[in-house]
């Protein structure tokens, strides 16, 4: 495989930063006196797969920092807790339930960030064109109501439209 030709040159720095900064590939392969296919090959086949690695790691690392401080909040709930009733001698019964009701909150947030719980409802209905219509009629209708849209699909299978509605939660 060749090496880019864009990468070996010794302005790549500057080719690079032209086109960062939004300059036509046709401006910038005449200043640098490279060809332009050069330049869009660069951009292409280098530079894109280096930006698109820096951005999943700038990700990673902000889901890491979100659990991380989830982490720093949880130990200050359990310290507040242990305070007001870990040796089993209750100091303050309003802050400890107030720990621990702040400490589950920690617990299903953290499991919908990592997946381990999943709160949505699907709902899958099949058959004719037409209730298809009806379908998404009724539930765009019922979008602002996700209980209502619930017991529509459980009131369909109760109807014996077992085929035609099926409700996954």
């Not at 303050?92 to 997946?115: H, I, P, V």
């Not at 709902?123 to 979008?143: G, H, K, Q, Y």
């Amino acid at each position: 495989m060749m090496t880019c030709s864009i990468c070996k040159h010794a302005d790549r720095a500057s080719i690079e930063a032209s086109l960062a900064n939004g300059l036509s590939l046709r401006h910038i392969a005449s200043q640098y006196l490279v060809g332009y296919k050069a330049v869009e090959r660069h951009k292409a086949n280098c530079m894109k797969p280096a930006i698109a690695e820096v951005v999943a790691q700038k990700q990673e690392q902000a889901a890491f920092d979100t659990l991380t401080e989830m982490a720093w909040m949880r130990q200050q709930a359990k310290a507040i807790f242990k305070h007001n009733w870990g040796d089993g001698t209750l100091k303050d019964s309003r802050t400890a339930l107030q720990s621990l009701g702040e400490l589950r909150k920690q617990t299903e947030l953290y499991s919908e960030l990592t997946g381990e719980l999943d709160r949505s409802t699907h709902i899958e209905l099949r058959t004719s064109p037409e209730w298809v219509n009806v379908r998404e009629l009724l539930f765009n209708a019922l979008r602002p109501f996700p209980e209502a849209r619930v017991a529509v699909a459980k009131a369909l299978l109760a109807q014996g439209m077992g085929e035609q509605a099926k409700a996954v939660s």
